[in-house]
C-alpha cells in the first residue's frame, strides 16, 4: 500500500519562504509523475504544480515563478520549494500523482500571516 507522507508546512511572514518535503513509500516512485495540491479553507483542492520523472514541470498561474518541485528518486521524496509567499497561498498542501492515484496523506498545514 502506498502512502504519502506530507511535512514541512508551517507559519511565514508575507514574502517569506518554505520547503515541503512528499515521502513515498511503496511504489514504484521513479515510474511516477508527481504533483504538488493545495485546498484553502471553504475551497475545492487544486493541482499547483507537477514533475515527471525525468524533471519536468509545470506549474498553475498563480505560482508560477515562485514555486519550484524537484525530487529525489532514491529517496522517493518529492520536494516544494515556496518563495515570495503571499497570504493567498495560506492552504493545506498535498501530493499525488497528477490523476490523483494514491490515497491522500494527511497534508502540511503552510500560513502566510504577518
Known amino acids: 500500500q502506498v502512502q504519502l507522507v506530507e511535512s514541512g508546512g508551517g507559519l511565514v511572514q508575507p514574502g517569506g519562504s518554505l520547503r515541503l518535503s512528499c515521502a513515498v513509500s511503496?511504489?514504484?516512485?521513479?515510474?511516477?509523475?508527481m504533483g504538488w495540491y493545495r485546498q484553502a479553507p471553504g475551497k475545492e483542492r487544486e493541482l499547483v504544480g507537477t514533475?515527471?520523472?525525468?524533471?519536468?514541470?509545470n506549474w498553475a498561474d498563480s505560482v508560477k515563478g515562485r514555486f519550484t518541485i524537484s525530487r529525489d528518486n532514491n529517496k522517493k521524496v518529492v520536494y516544494l520549494q515556496m518563495n515570495s509567499l503571499k497570504p493567498e497561498d495560506t492552504a493545506v498542501y498535498y501530493c499525488?500523482?497528477?490523476?490523483?492515484?494514491?490515497?491522500w496523506g494527511q497534508g502540511t498545514q503552510v500560513t502566510v500571516s504577518s
Open positions: 511503496g511504489s514504484r516512485f521513479y515510474v511516477n509523475a
Open positions: 499525488n500523482t497528477p490523476s490523483q492515484y494514491f490515497n
Open positions: 514533475i515527471t520523472p525525468d524533471g519536468s514541470t
